[in-house]
């Protein structure tokens, strides 16, 4: 079955760095765009990266640009989210997205396959 798979999440203290990677399976990789997206409890969720479908073009949230890169790699199937210089506002739980397109997109309710997620807690 189609299934997305985050992984590298942890705690942190502020100014650490931490690459989160999310594995498909069950799906032509290349045929789709995919984000990064996070959320805290009670809160909406939020748009942090996005990529299409051969990485030739990336979108950032304002309050990740400059530190975060999403990159991908479709001979692995894999998709990644380096993220530096990390701050406690950072803090959520990290969720892997898929939408059967090409482009790339901020809106989270354009993705239709999505992974269980992936915590990141960054201390001060």
């Known amino acids: 079955q189609v299934q997305l798979v985050e992984s590298g999440g942890g705690l942190v203290q502020a100014e650490s760095s931490l690459k989160l990677s999310c594995a498909a399976s069950?799906?032509?990789?290349?045929?789709?765009?995919m984000a990064w997206f996070r959320q805290n409890p009670g809160k909406d969720r939020q748009f942090v990266a996005s990529?299409?479908?051969?990485?030739?073009?990336?979108d950032f949230g304002d309050s990740v640009k400059g530190r975060f890169t999403i990159s991908r790699d479709n001979a692995q199937n894999q998709v990644y989210l380096q993220m530096n210089s990390l701050k406690p506002e950072d803090t959520a739980l990290y969720y892997c997205?898929?939408?059967?397109?090409?482009?790339?997109?901020?809106?989270?309710?354009?993705?239709?396959?999505w992974g269980q997620g992936t915590q990141v807690t960054v201390s001060a």
């Open positions: 990529i299409n479908w051969n990485g030739g073009t990336t």
């Open positions: 997205a898929a939408k059967r397109e090409h482009c790339h997109h901020r809106n989270p309710n354009k993705y239709n396959i």
């Open positions: 069950g799906l032509t990789f290349s045929d789709y765009a």
